[in-house]
């Protein structure tokens, strides 16, 4: 018995080896064959980097073919990844009205896959991180060397020279979009809505509660110090007359929006994040200068003294604006000048004098007074994907609803003729689906489809009709804009820069981050600054402002 | 002969593959799922030694050697880091551990039926709450402004407090709502191996003249010690790794001097800024870590209380 099971113990051992040996020769196949697979696929994407490559003639001598409409002679598909409409009950995926009246010019018909926008980053970095069945158009979640380098988008330089007249046209008339979409290497690989029309009319700027300046019979404040004693008042002195010492007096989504208020000292944080040239062209990290110490100085007295949004930590922007309309709010530093009659609209029935008003931003105590103007484009980039089986259509279509002159008027602007804007004298004026909409005109552009998450060119005439009923605002922003200095130009960065830069700026940013706030909030004593300058500078800022320096030399080369 | 014997043992697989085809059945669907989903995907952790960015393969992109670990050791977070996340856990460990036993015991000693019930579901209820609705929930009672806490604050004449941006405050409540959310979910293990304690003790227990005190102490704390112990050694290998979800939700920069863990930290490098390969050497460096702690812990409970994880 004893024996016969010792046998059984033997064979099954023996039988286990065999199997084991059997095992590792399966995972030896499955290894071999990923390797095969991963190098097709790594061939693949070199071969479509090579077949462009070249000597190519310059975009500024080409001339492409004018359009002609349908773009194509069979119903065409295109996929677009994209970030959800901003008006969420009207999803790009249900088909929106510009979108078919765009199908019908076209013959084009676009497949969305929307992701709200909130996440729309997170969501397609991991997707592009896999690489895989990707869209043929997608708006990239960061900066597009990076995957531009990785073979994941096409260059477009040669599609845009051979199909593209209008775009080709955009360029030479805007060579600071031209040069905001070319990589270092001379190359373009992607585009981006071109939208300072708007920042002559509506303003990243200071809003204030101007009925509350009567009501306490106060003078609008031009200083700092002057907004200071402003806000104090609105604070102690019931301006909203219920009684109650429920004043907030600067409300702020989170701390970014008390940028502005740097402006007042020199700083420009706001829109260039700190990177700024001297006099002499020299790039400087502006939030390690000596003027910070002041400015941080200042909104700490301001947070000791109860002025400051005290959710600015832990709150969304629908908190903010129940805020904002709830009639304790007196300065917003957070929002888009035409937000503010938009407010006023929205308080009506309740808060009949309310009037919230745009206001330039103060003088700081040496006598600086600025707003950062915004960058030509949007820092939001859209490129065709290697996957895309037909990048003509795609840059065809993309040459007629972005660049050209119906197009424009189409999605970027005025939408559908008869719908929401008629001709008058040969040009666009919006109907009242649009200018008397009860959600406020830009819902009402974007149920519609239009002006929203792809390349655009914003027209000025849009800009203004949308905002014309508020002429008191349009007044106040014509005084703010001769405060304008242009941001920091934004550069494409190559892949050496941006990965050396991330890997700087990643802690860099963090201890700024959090540094800053605790600088305002009192957790850190403002003794501790040169202790701050000292830890950043020894995180290798340096090199960054180097990378920095490099990119804005090329940007200024004409 | 060789030949011979191999297909004698092929026959034998083949055999026991029919024998055993429920069993296999039954079992397939686990294996493949780990297999498929735990296995397979392990095989990118090598983008930690590697340059990789979006677009290149992970085989195709170039070798980066310890480079990705370096830049981490020499990060000014990494003791910070390391601290943040062995004090987090270690806390919330300590604390939330004891209260699902206590918990788990106190509900054995009530005798109604239907009483014992209703409070193990209303237990359970918070732990179907996600998470994101929690914080949600949390900062709407806390805000400052007009959060129900800070009123009842503002009535009694006090200041009021900014919970969720003060430091001080955010292991308290990262550790108190945690408990609240799943002392009664982990109590149900308990349940079970109370009611797996053999009754026959209690009764000779009474026979000599126990008390119920004594009975808890002598014979149900002793029943649950195997699976208490089994649950702690999984916790501890769990130690590195914090609820990350959470600190997401729950952080602000005003608070990253104790929020900031290595996850998070993983994800606004890693995701955030898209520098995969580096994301990938501090999430396997923190495997590793967790790994050591699991088989250290595990050897020590198998050397002192004879209880094992295998």
């Known amino acids: 018995m004893e024996r016969f099971c010792r046998k059984r113990l033997d064979q099954e051992r023996i039988y286990e080896k065999r ?195 009567e009501t306490l019979g106060l003078k609008e404040p031009d200083t700092i110090d002057e907004w200071y004693e402003v806000l104090l008042a609105f604070k102690d002195r019931d301006p909203n007359g219920n009684g109650k010492k429920d004043e907030i007096p600067v409300i702020a989504v989170n701390v970014n929006g008390l940028y502005k208020l740097a402006w007042s000292y020199g700083l420009h944080l706001a829109l260039s994040d700190g990177w700024y040239p001297d006099e002499n062209g020299k790039v400087v990290y502006e939030w390690i200068s000596p003027r910070m110490k002041d400015w941080l100085a200042e909104m700490n007295k301001w947070y000791q003294a109860g002025l400051l949004d005290p959710d600015m930590n832990s709150q969304n922007r629908d908190k903010y604006t129940a805020k904002a309309i709830g009639d304790i709010a007196g300065a917003a530093v957070s929002d888009m000048t035409m937000q503010f009659p938009q407010w006023n609209e929205r308080m009506r029935n309740d808060f009949p004098n309310a009037k919230w008003e745009g206001i330039v931003p103060p003088k700081g105590p040496y006598g600086d007074r600025m707003m950062e103007k915004e960058q030509p484009t949007e820092n939001i980039h859209y490129g065709i994907t290697k996957d895309c089986k037909n990048p003509e259509v795609v840059i065809k279509w993309l040459d007629y609803m972005f660049a050209s002159e119906e197009g424009k008027i189409l999605m970027g602007n005025f939408g559908i003729e008869g719908l929401s804007y008629v001709m008058v004298d040969g040009k666009p004026q919006f109907t009242d689906f649009i200018l008397k909409s009860e959600f406020g005109s830009g819902i009402a552009q974007a149920s519609l ?26 007044a106040q922003s014509n005084k703010a804009t001769q405060y304008y200095v242009p941001s920091f130009p934004r550069v494409l960065a190559s892949k050496e820069e941006t990965d050396t830069y991330a890997s700087i700026m990643a802690d860099i940013t963090t201890y700024k981050d959090e540094m800053v706030i605790r600088f305002i909030r009192g957790q850190e004593p403002l003794d501790n600054f040169d202790q701050y300058v000292k830890s950043i500078q020894g995180m290798g800022i340096e090199e960054a402002i180097a990378i920095k320096q490099r990119q804005y030399d090329r940007y200024m080369k004409p | 002969m060789k030949k011979g014997n191999g297909n004698k043992s092929c026959n034998r697989i083949k055999k026991y593959i029919i024998r055993d085809r429920y069993l296999i059945l039954l079992v397939a669907p686990v294996v493949i799922y780990y297999f498929v989903f735990h296995y397979i995907p392990m095989y990118g952790a090598v983008i930690a030694f590697k340059d990789f960015s979006a677009g290149q393969t992970i085989w195709g992109s170039e070798w980066a050697g310890l480079k990705w670990f370096q830049e981490f050791f020499r990060s000014v977070y990494f003791g910070r880091l390391i601290s943040n996340t062995l004090i987090l856990s270690s806390l919330s460990l300590v604390f939330s551990f ?97 009611i797996a304690i053999d009754p026959n003790l209690y009764e000779a227990a009474r026979i000599d003249g126990c008390s119920r005190w004594q009975e808890m102490l002598h014979i149900t704390i002793p029943g649950l010690m195997p699976t208490a112990v089994m649950l702690l050694i999984l916790a501890l290998g769990n130690l590195m790794n914090v609820g990350f979800e959470k600190i997401i939700l729950m952080y602000s920069p005003a608070t990253y001097d104790v929020a900031d863990v290595i996850s998070t930290y993983v994800y606004r490098r890693g995701i955030l800024s898209a520098q995969y390969s580096f994301g990938a050497a501090v999430g396997l460096f923190n495997s590793v870590i967790n790994f050591i702690l699991l088989l250290s812990i595990n050897k020590i409970s198998k050397l002192y209380t004879q209880i094992s994880l295998w």
């Open chain 1, 19 to 213: 199997c084991k040996k059997g095992l590792s020769i399966v995972l030896l196949y499955i290894i071999i064959f990923s390797v095969l697979l991963t190098g097709c696929s790594s061939g693949k994407v070199n071969t479509s980097d090579k077949s462009n490559s070249g000597s190519r003639i310059p975009l500024e001598e080409r001339t492409a073919a004018q359009y002609q409409l349908p773009l194509v002679d069979e119903p065409f598909t295109l996929t677009f990844a994209t970030a959800d409409n901003s008006a969420t009950a009207y999803s790009y995926t249900q088909d929106l009205p510009a979108f078919q009246e765009l199908e019908r010019r076209t013959g084009v018909h676009v497949d969305f896959e929307v992701t709200p926008s909130d996440q729309y980053n997170t969501t397609m970095q991991t997707r592009l991180a896999a690489a895989k069945e990707l869209p043929d158009l997608i708006r990239l979640p960061d900066d597009p060397i990076r995957y531009a380098k990785g073979g994941l988008i096409i260059p477009i330089d040669d599609l845009i020279g051979d199909f593209a007249p209008n775009i080709l046209s955009l360029f030479k008339e805007r060579p600071d979009v031209r040069k905001a979409q070319t990589a270092p290497d001379g190359r373009i690989y992607t585009l981006s809505a071109v939208v300072d029309a708007r920042s002559m009319v509506n303003l990243n700027g200071l809003g204030m509660r101007k009925d509350w300046l």
């Open chain 2, 98 to 194: 004891p209260v699902s036993i206590i918990f788990a015991l106190l509900l054995n000693e009530i005798r109604r039926k239907a009483l014992k019930r209703v409070i193990q579901t209303v237990s359970y209820l918070p732990h179907f709450i996600s998470l994101v609705v929690m914080v949600g929930m949390m900062s709407n009672f806390l805000s400052p402004s007009d959060g129900v806490v800070n009123q009842i604050l503002k009535n009694f004449g006090m200041q009021p407090i900014d919970f969720m941006g003060e430091s001080a405050w955010f292991r308290p409540l990262y550790i108190g709502s945690g408990i609240w959310q799943s002392f009664g979910w982990n109590s149900i293990i308990y349940m079970a191996a109370l």
């Open chain 1, 449 to 474: 489809g239009v002006n929203g998450s792809f390349p655009r060119i914003l027209m000025k005439e849009m800009i203004e009709q949308r905002f014309l009923q508020y002429d008191g605002e349009v």
